[in-house]
């Protein structure tokens, strides 16, 4: 059993631990990032732009895109 998994966040590749989330993902690639994430200024997208959970578990291959949120009253 492999104990990391070779994932993409904004194209760059990075070996996240074994059963690692979205955010524990965006978290080895840049902690700030992720904590942008965890405070609702950024969100994590799929590789077609759709919103993820921040939960979802990896696996190998996944692509990640970490966007900027706009605000509900924004236009």
Do not use: K, Q, W
């Amino acid at each position: 059993m492999t104990e990391s998994v070779r994932v993409y966040v904004n194209a760059r590749p990075i070996d996240a631990p074994a059963r690692s989330t979205a955010l524990d993902a965006v978290r080895v690639l840049d902690p700030v990032l992720a904590e942008d994430v965890a405070g609702g200024t950024r969100a994590i997208t799929d590789s077609r732009g759709l919103p993820l959970d921040t939960t979802t578990p990896l696996v190998a291959g996944t692509i990640l895109r970490v966007v900027s949120v706009r605000s509900a009253g924004a236009e």
